[in-house]
């Protein structure tokens, strides 16, 4: 996802700073699950709760509440790394939780609102996580203090330990109570980044032992009493609606208990998920095709490249490149093809819901937890009050789960009110139901026009792109500015290039599919496109395809500077594109306020390409974890190989979604994997995103290597269908 950059509401002033004092925080409801209830201070005065994120126990346990969810990209340990090091905790004594819904205390600073995405997590928090262990700590001084009759100057704390020159020492919970008595500091002293202890350390991750072990809890862990498990027959065409149904033989499966329609299709409740797969397979359902999407893949191609050509609105525009290349001495043409995209994450989506006595009580990988309250809420008829919600531990994400029609919410809200609106259900989705759920990449056409002068300098660049908008028709629509949509061309726009005369258009193309943002979102298309065009720029004009970048660079391009250097010195760039059967690419790209650049080292087997390493440098600030740093990293890189090598959601005659499960959409498998080698560039910059700047620059590095192996550039993507295989 996206930086939304939503307005800020009048309460974050106080919850940005982590200082809420006196406020219910939440109890963890079960070991390490992610989930969490209610905390009532009154009823465990031993447990410190000096803020909205921190707890401390009488066992000296310190308990970090994390506003963000945990999906496997490190929040849990990242932010608890912010608590620690400014409350002098040792680490093995800090614990993570997943913070309940609730704007006012947990809004992300960035959004306006409690959610998680577009790479913000730490980005958001650095401030407001430091803030809050520094206050914790300041209150625990004062407790000790106070305790022994001594000045708060002469305390000092290590690794967990409080003590006083005398030899006194404690641990953190043996202050816990008479810490709760002592009065907040307004702004707590931060430490200089010279002292820091943890931060910039790989520490262990919080959540890799429950995870590893089996204990961790997702939403399929989750079983009420009486709880039935839900499926929905879905169109197969997106924007189908039921027609009619007839679920005679639906219950006739054993097991099976009732079949009702609701607005998202034909749901069938059971008491085992075997017998509501099979009472769905016996459904017979109509769909009502008037207002779906009929057309191909390849027939909304031709009608993007058609409005390609008749041009759109400038989303940037910098001289006049359109004389700039009327004038060149050589112009270069591409159109570039990228397809519908699913996020195939490891958790297909569910969702449990209990209701009772007008409350409802809601179990999901919620990643917007600010919009599936009152979508539930308002579903079902209750007060938002009378809603909560426990944030699961999520098997991935990648933008699925980050819905602003919180769609997976409704769903289960509509289960729970066609069946009476007392009980409780697991709603299950199979990798089925997700693969041709929609919700997409949007597919997109970007067509590219270059003119070089007589030296081979680029003289006029002009980018068109096509594509639908994820913002418009839906609850972020208000964030568009004069009905252009950011996310659809971003990265194309405000490239680190010094070109003379530029010009970047977009054109809005409407369609009943689905879209949603794709892990790196609009930067997932455009550092492909710019990259991968440069480069034919370049290659043209007989520029060397590292040097040539950095000659390019704007003077305020510092940061993409730094990391091509880096990344060029870490693969011994000298020049040398081709090393008997191994070429070279490189592609660098912004995103996120993360700087990344890569070069990889690809060969040819079989008339396809092996990628074999990948170098990679990144710029994201402070290095709070760099183990989690280079993860995200070398998984980002992973998951955009896999994506331009082989992925696409197809639409076949008629509209019908062809890919669907992992037979027909083809992942990178592990022998595919290739070594990565990271190094972060040393910052004192506040820490940026990592989650999703890793993967933009791996396409065009393998595509421009390719080129310059073989001679061909992938312009339509995958490259399954560019070069065989």
């Not at 959004?111 to 958001?124: H, R, V, W, Y």
């Not at 990228?338 to 990988?365: I, Q, S, T």
């Not at 008997?580 to 396809?608: K, L, M």
């Amino acid at each position: 996802m996206t930086n939304l950059n939503l307005s800020r509401r009048g309460f974050l002033s106080t919850a940005s700073a982590g200082l809420v004092i006196g406020v219910v925080l939440p109890e963890k409801s079960r070991a390490q699950s992610g989930a969490a209830t209610a905390f009532d201070p009154a009823a465990d005065p031993a447990t410190f709760a000096p803020n909205a994120f921190v707890r401390v126990a009488p066992d000296d346990t310190v308990t970090v509440l994390i506003k963000h969810i945990e999906f496997g990209q490190g929040p849990n340990t990242g932010l608890a790394t912010l608590v620690a090091e400014e409350l002098d905790a040792d680490w093995s004594q800090m614990r993570a939780e997943s913070a309940p819904a609730n704007d006012e205390l947990y809004a992300n600073t960035l959004f306006g609102l409690q959610g998680t995405g577009g790479s913000t997590a730490m980005a958001n928090s650095y401030m407001q996580m430091r803030k809050a262990g520094a206050a914790a700590r300041a209150m625990l001084v004062d407790a000790a203090a106070a305790e022994w009759g001594v000045p708060a100057s002469e305390i000092t704390i290590l690794k967990g330990r409080i003590s006083h020159p005398n030899g006194t020492e404690a641990g953190f919970g043996a202050f816990a109570e008479k810490a709760a008595t002592m009065t907040a500091p307004a702004e707590p002293k931060l430490k200089e980044a010279k002292d820091f202890t943890l931060i910039g350390t790989d520490v262990p991750k919080l959540d890799t032992h429950a995870k590893t072990t089996g204990q961790a809890e997702y939403t399929m862990d989750v079983y009420r009493e009486g709880m039935e498990t839900v499926v929905v027959a879905h169109p197969d065409k997106m924007g189908a609606v039921v027609a009619s149904f007839d679920d005679t033989d639906a219950l006739k499966v054993p097991g099976v208990i009732a079949v009702r329609e609701i607005p998202q299709g034909v749901a069938v409740y059971a008491k085992t998920t075997g017998a509501a797969l099979k009472g769905r397979e016996a459904l017979q359902v109509t769909w009502d095709d008037s207002k779906a999407e009929t057309r191909s893949s390849a027939q909304i191609y031709a009608d993007f490249s058609r409005a390609a050509a008749e041009g759109g609105r400038a989303a940037e525009e910098v001289g006049d490149a359109m004389a700039g290349i009327d004038g060149a001495a050589q112009v270069i043409e591409a159109e570039f093809h990228f397809p519908y995209l699913a996020h195939a994450a490891l958790e297909p989506l569910d969702a449990v819901l209990e209701v009772a006595d007008g409350k409802a009580e809601l179990w999901m990988g919620s990643q917007f937890p600010s919009l599936d309250k009152p979508t539930l809420a308002a579903t079902l008829g209750v007060d938002p009050s009378d809603v909560q919600i426990n944030v699961m531990f999520a098997g991935g994400s990648f933008g699925r789960r980050a819905q602003p029609t919180a769609h997976v919410a409704a769903e289960v809200a509509e289960i729970a009110k066609a069946a009476g609106g007392n009980g409780s259900w697991k709603l299950l989705w199979t990798r089925e139901d997700d693969m041709i759920g929609g919700y997409y990449r949007p597919l997109t056409v970007h067509k590219m026009k270059g003119g070089l002068d007589a030296d081979g300098n680029i003289v006029g660049w002009h980018d068109v792109v096509v594509n639908q908008s994820i913002m418009a028709g839906g609850p972020m629509e208000g964030m568009m500015k004069d009905g252009m949509d950011p996310t659809s061309y971003e990265g194309a726009t405000k490239m680190p290039y010094d070109l003379p005369a530029l010009k970047v258009d977009w054109v809005r193309q409407d369609s009943p599919v689905s879209v949603l943002w794709w892990r790196s979102v609009g930067h997932s298309h455009t550092g492909y496109a710019t990259e991968v065009f440069l480069d034919q720029l370049l290659e043209a004009g007989g520029k060397d395809p590292v040097q040539g970048r950095l000659d390019l660079m704007k003077g305020d391009a510092g940061r993409d500077r730094g990391v091509l250097e880096k990344v060029a010195a870490l693969a011994g760039w000298d020049g040398t594109k081709v090393k008997g059967d191994r070429a070279y690419g490189v592609a660098v790209h912004e995103s996120f306020n993360t700087y990344v650049a890569q070069i990889v080292e690809v060969s040819d087997q079989g008339g396809f390409p092996k990628v074999h390493k990948i170098w990679c440098a990144v710029d994201c600030g402070v290095a709070v974890n760099p183990n989690v740093i280079r993860a995200q990293i070398e998984g980002g890189a992973g998951y955009g190989l896999g994506s331009v090598l082989f992925d696409e959601v197809t639409l076949g005659e008629g509209g019908t979604i062809m890919e669907r499960n992992f037979d027909t959409y083809r992942m990178l498998r592990i022998n595919e994997m290739p070594q990565v080698e990271v190094a972060i560039v040393q910052s004192d910059n506040d820490p940026t995103g990592i989650g999703e700047p890793g993967l933009p620059p791996v396409g065009p590095a393998v595509a421009n290597a390719w080129r310059t192996l073989t001679g061909q550039a992938v312009t339509k993507l995958p490259f399954t269908k560019s070069v065989g295989v």
